[in-house]
């Protein structure tokens, strides 16, 4: 069974607004921060150990991506954003993580909220909350746990490949959201192998006990991918349309191919939805067409059999007169009579291929 995460919105119940709540699983893991500090010529990767060490990369002329994991460390998110200057209500939305994927624009920085979904090692989706905060030139994340679909983009950084070194921090946002769009396609490449061995499967016959409960959980995935993508690509037209200081025009032809690429995504999700119905369908087709056999056999083989049980019926009444009873080969002819009715009754039902 797909794995199921603990919301614990109860408690936010009747709370004052902002209060700073974290409503997932309760971590045993450290607080893991790591740093990206970078110019063009220049890159630093720090392993930060304390939160107060983030602070001096806020007014520095380098770009700086602070990644920040472990959501139930809500003091030092306290924190960072009170030397960071976020809000309390973008403070509470960070550890809530049953948010749906969107923006929020404010005087000196601007706050992305979306899903990062991935499968773990049994096939099982997972849908991470990402939070971003986006400032003149820095970046802060803030992810549930460890590990994430960022190591290509930590690569870049490091080795200087592409234009992430040479621009501002709105293409570092850039660059992090389109990893996790990215991973959007490997998730509905593994859903469509699922649905179309799915398919095989049930053209082919072979249909286990509990093929409608995997068509269930398929319909499920695709309902809680769909969640995560749909609201998000209302927040990437509002990056690209919305005229932002903090985001370059040279950066807005960026976000408008993440919005082509969400919209590719979109369309497949769609198409896939329709094909767990149909595939959902098929079954239930195929379990009709396997009991209409059945009947069919049962029903020829009743019909076989009447004429010779109305035979059997008439010479076995106990009357004493009864033409042929007393005849020598009389039951031999009964017998020859009733074998002639049965290929005959088989030759027939192959000629109307019943059979």
Avoid at 22 to 35: H, P, V
Avoid at 199 to 221: C, H, M, P, W, Y
Avoid at 317 to 331: A, D, V
Wanted: one cysteine or more; a negative charge; aromatic letters at 12%.
């Amino acid at each position: 069974m797909p794995r199921k995460r603990i919301y614990r919105s109860k408690k936010k119940l009747g709370q004052i607004p902002g209060s700073i709540i974290y409503t997932g699983e309760r971590s045993k893991e450290k607080l893991n921060l790591e740093a990206f500090d970078y110019t063009k010529e220049n890159c630093t990767e720090l392993d930060l150990k304390s939160i107060t060490e983030t602070f001096e990369f806020k007014d520095t002329i380098s770009t700086t991506w602070i990644n920040f994991n472990g959501l139930n460390y809500v003091k030092e998110i306290e924190q960072l954003g009170a030397h960071y200057g976020i809000h309390p209500l973008v403070l509470e939305d960070i550890v809530n993580i049953a948010q749906r994927p969107k923006i929020d624009e404010h005087d000196d920085y601007m706050f992305v909220v979306l899903k990062m979904l991935y499968y773990d090692e049994k096939q099982h989706i997972v849908s991470e909350q990402v939070s971003f905060i986006l400032g003149q030139n820095y970046v802060l994340s803030f992810q549930e746990s460890e590990g994430d679909v960022f190591d290509t983009v930590r690569d870049r950084i490091r080795q200087g490949k592409g234009r992430v070194r040479s621009m501002s921090a709105d293409y570092l946002l850039y660059t992090l959201i389109d990893a996790i769009v990215d991973h959007y396609f490997s998730v509905i490449e593994i859903l469509g192998d699922k649905i179309e061995d799915f398919e095989t499967t049930i053209f082919a016959g072979e249909i286990d006990d509990d093929v409608s409960q995997k068509i269930q959980n398929l319909k499920r995935e695709i309902l809680r991918v769909r969640r995560a993508i749909f609201p998000l690509r209302e927040v990437i037209s509002r990056i690209e349309k919305d005229e932002n200081k903090l985001i370059h025009k040279r950066t807005i032809t960026y976000y408008r191919d993440i919005y082509d690429h969400l919209i590719q995504v979109s369309e497949n999700i769609d198409i896939y939805r329709e094909m767990i119905w149909s595939l959902m369908d098929m079954y239930m087709t195929t379990i009709s067409n396997k009991m209409n056999e059945v009947m069919k056999v049962l029903t020829i083989m009743a019909s076989i059999f009447i004429p010779l049980t109305f035979i059997a019926g008439i010479y076995g009444m106990n009357f004493e007169y009864i033409p042929e009873l007393r005849y020598k080969y009389s039951y031999f002819i009964l017998w020859g009579v009733m074998i002639v009715l049965f290929l005959g009754m088989l030759y027939y039902f192959r000629k109307k291929k019943w059979l």
